[in-house]
């Protein structure tokens, strides 16, 4: 099978990282070119040695993976341990990671990539706050141009925040870095709650998992098990919503979303809605539609797709 798409991931490992990135690792459609870790769910120490844990759990210790920002460009750090644990990736006991972080700051790794891949050639997928993305633009605006496009999981709009009433966790934590993102006019899919949400790890689907028999199968169902208890308890519904695992999904079938091209803008002056992601879906603005926004998933064929694939693992 041909490859179809290089790509980028930027991740800040969490639970659902884990699994958008063992699912990356198991499509052959996927060269990843490096993962790049950033802080966002937990500290930074602790999503890159998660990011190198995934890579040795999935049989890929040859994975490149770079550690980044460690805090957002402008507000403290706020991250999620009440969702994902004090290690990040509570839920499997697994080994602390033999192969080595690459010695290059993500950020220097992801200008020098996009500089040196054939414009238009690279996809980059950010699973947490955009800070490196951010950081790297700013470092070099020529790399804007060269990226084919980002797929990135965050914001939300009439599904509204997760972590304010307002804001999705991944843009509240650094606005403005997501604010640079959004404005600087790379084609660019987003996967809000407004999907997430209907992507449900229910008690069937994590069986499913477990029924693959392997350590990645056991090791999924362990992580979504821990991971799912926080939102089962806070939205009262059978599972958690699997966030980050839907932008290498759509990368892999795109069919399985729908949505529409639309403005979005990010808050970062009212304290109230900092981070909100303003999705003019109704298109009442005359403003760029800078963003495809998805809204609907084929949940069934999701779940489907990711047993398929991590049981290749
Ligand atoms: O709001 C959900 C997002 O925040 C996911 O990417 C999760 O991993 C956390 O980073
Ligand atoms: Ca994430």
């Known amino acids: 099978m041909p490859t179809s798409h290089k790509i980028i991931i930027d991740t800040d490992p969490g639970q659902d990282d884990a699994v958008a990135i063992l699912l990356a690792l198991a499509s052959p459609e996927i060269e990843v070119l490096g993962i790049t870790a950033v802080a966002g769910n937990v500290p930074l120490a602790l999503t890159e040695k998660n990011a190198r844990k995934i890579c040795e ?8 993976v770079f550690a980044g920002a460690i805090r957002p460009l402008v507000r403290p750090l706020v991250t999620a341990e009440e969702v994902h644990g004090k290690t990040g990736l509570n839920g499997p006991e697994l080994p602390e990671p033999t192969m080595q972080l690459v010695d290059e700051h993500a950020v220097d790794f992801i200008v020098r990539t996009l500089m040196a891949e054939a414009p238009g050639t690279v996809t980059l997928c950010p699973l947490g706050p955009l800070t490196n993305i ?4 700013i470092r070099e605006p020529r790399i804007a141009p060269r990226i084919k496009r980002i797929v990135l999981m965050g914001g939300g709009f009439f599904e509204g925040g997760n972590v304010t009433p307002a804001a999705e966790f991944n843009i509240y934590v650094d606005p403005h870095a997501a604010d640079v993102v959004f404005t600087s006019g790379v084609p ?5 709650l407004d ?6 790890t229910t008690a069937k689907r994590i069986a499913a998992f477990r029924a693959l028999g392997t350590r990645v199968g056991t090791a999924t169902a362990e992580m979504l098990e821990f991971f799912e208890r926080f939102d089962e308890g806070k939205y009262g519904t059978d599972g958690g919503p699997l966030h980050d695992p839907c932008v290498i999904a759509y990368l892999l079938k795109p069919e399985l979303f729908k949505g529409r091209e639309c403005n979005v803008m990010v808050e970062t002056a009212s304290e109230l809605t900092m981070g909100m992601t303003v999705v003019d879906w109704w298109g009442v603005t005359k403003r760029p539609k800078n963003a495809l926004v998805m809204r609907d998933i084929d949940h069934d064929g ?3 797709l990711l047993v398929e694939r991590l049981g290749k693992l």
């Open 188 to 192: 660019t899919v987003v996967m809000p």
């Open 302 to 304: 999701f779940f489907a």
């Open 195 to 200: 999907v997430t949400h209907k992507a449900l």
């Open 134 to 137: 951010a950081l790297a633009m």
């Open 57 to 64: 759990l999935a049989g890929k210790p040859q994975t490149r």
